[in-house]
């Protein structure tokens, strides 16, 4: 580098001799020749560096879509041409050992089992209350578990006596610890309070919040004040509201209360009400006793189009 320095000063200080200013001219070229080279190498690697990191940092991750799929219950008596259904009940029915060639309703736990729908056998809950102390109650509800039934549906709770209700409280919080694999949902009619919520809390697996409207009485009801209720108790994440389908009974005219939720527009309109008024429920429950397999076919298609939960998640 002393003797490139050399050169040039020697070459300008020469005014006399082409040769000179020749050799001056070209290595003065070939220096900026080397220092753009060098700086821009250098500023195109700082370049390449910014770019690989921000690109690191810029990546989308590895995403995964996973889909939960929601709880959608029926009571009715079409349950074979459902296909979103996965909690059943009411028909349910389980052949003992010592039953010989028993021969009941098509509808068997096994059938149900195998197609991974979780059946609950009908018990009876209010109709008990007054008669039946603790004790037998817990009994009532947990003799199924013991002849082989996976689930029960308790039917129901709800529109009682302060000391009625603590009564049915206090059975399903003994059954859930003498039965505890025993699936126990509750049908609940009526105000939701909070003592009747707090036996929810350990007696339940599903709670269900009857809900049997149309039109403007629907909105009306207790059904967004239950919700809060169900929320601030904890148990919202195992509570869904129960919806009622009966448009093949012969009372369910006129705007008279057995007039519920019977057209494909009714139905849809209440379902995605519920589901932005409480998006944080599990599902949907219908109890459609005396419903039409259009009906049932539309209320099952519409539960899992409006209630499944797709999340994004990292994997």
């Given at each position: 580098?002393?003797?490139?320095?050399?050169?040039?000063?020697?070459?300008?200080?020469?005014?006399?001799?082409?040769?000179?200013?020749?050799?001056?001219?070209?290595?003065?070229?070939?220096?900026?020749?080397?220092?753009?080279?060098?700086?821009?190498?250098?500023?195109?690697?700082?370049?390449?560096?910014?770019?690989?990191?921000?690109?690191?940092?810029s990546?989308?991750?590895n995403?995964?879509?996973?889909?939960?799929?929601?709880?959608?219950?029926?009571?009715?008596?079409?349950?074979?041409?459902l296909?979103?259904?996965?909690?059943?009940?009411?028909?349910?029915?389980v052949?003992?050992?010592?039953?010989?060639?028993?021969?009941?309703?098509?509808?068997?736990?096994?059938?149900?089992?195998?197609?991974?729908i979780?059946?609950?056998?009908?018990?009876?809950?209010?109709?008990?209350?007054?008669?039946?102390?603790v004790?037998?109650?817990v009994?009532?509800?947990?003799?199924p578990?013991?002849?082989?039934?996976?689930?029960?549906?308790?039917?129901?709770?709800?529109?009682?006596?302060?000391?009625?209700?603590?009564?049915?409280?206090?059975?399903?919080?003994?059954?859930?610890?003498t039965?505890p694999?025993l699936?126990i949902?509750?049908w609940?009619?009526?105000?939701?309070?909070k003592?009747?919520?707090?036996?929810?809390?350990?007696?339940?697996?599903?709670?269900?919040?009857?809900?049997y409207?149309?039109g403007?009485?629907?909105?009306?009801?207790l059904?967004?004040?239950?919700?809060?209720?169900?929320?601030?108790?904890?148990?919202?994440y195992?509570?869904?509201?129960?919806?009622?389908?009966n448009?093949?009974?012969?009372?369910?005219t006129?705007?008279?209360?057995?007039?519920?939720?019977?057209?494909?527009?009714?139905?849809?309109?209440?379902?995605?009400?519920?589901?932005?008024?409480?998006p944080?429920m599990?599902?949907?429950a219908?109890?459609?006793?005396?419903?039409?397999?259009?009906?049932?076919?539309?209320a099952?298609?519409?539960?899992?189009?409006?209630?499944?939960?797709?999340?994004?998640?990292?994997?």
């Amino acid at each position: 580098m002393w003797e490139i320095s050399k050169t040039i000063e020697k070459c300008r200080g020469s005014t006399n001799g082409s040769r000179y200013k020749n050799q001056y001219r070209g290595l003065n070229f070939r220096l900026h020749k080397i220092v753009f080279v060098v700086r821009n190498r250098k500023y195109f690697l700082g370049f390449l560096c910014v770019l690989l990191v921000g690109c690191i940092n810029s990546a989308p991750p590895n995403l995964s879509i996973r889909t939960e799929r929601p709880v959608v219950l029926f009571w009715c008596d079409y349950p074979h041409i459902l296909k979103n259904m996965n909690y059943y009940t009411t028909h349910v029915w389980v052949q003992q050992p010592d039953s010989g060639n028993y021969t009941g309703p098509e509808w068997s736990q096994d059938y149900f089992l195998s197609r991974s729908i979780t059946p609950l056998k009908w018990v009876g809950g209010r109709i008990f209350a007054r008669e039946k102390d603790v004790e037998e109650l817990v009994k009532i509800w947990c003799t199924p578990a013991m002849n082989g039934f996976v689930g029960i549906g308790i039917d129901e709770f709800g529109m009682l006596t302060p000391r009625l209700s603590a009564k049915l409280g206090k059975a399903l919080e003994q059954a859930k610890a003498t039965c505890p694999e025993l699936i126990i949902a509750t049908w609940h009619s009526g105000p939701l309070t909070k003592k009747q919520a707090n036996y929810y809390v350990e007696g339940a697996d599903l709670v269900m919040l009857e809900s049997y409207f149309s039109g403007r009485s629907f909105y009306r009801w207790l059904l967004p004040r239950n919700i809060r209720v169900a929320r601030n108790a904890g148990i919202i994440y195992k509570t869904v509201v129960a919806l009622g389908i009966n448009d093949q009974d012969s009372r369910a005219t006129g705007r008279g209360f057995w007039n519920w939720a019977n057209t494909p527009e009714e139905l849809e309109r209440q379902m995605l009400w519920i589901r932005r008024l409480a998006p944080d429920m599990p599902g949907i429950a219908f109890f459609a006793p005396r419903a039409s397999k259009p009906m049932l076919i539309k209320a099952d298609r519409l539960a899992a189009e409006i209630f499944t939960t797709r999340k994004t998640e990292n994997q």
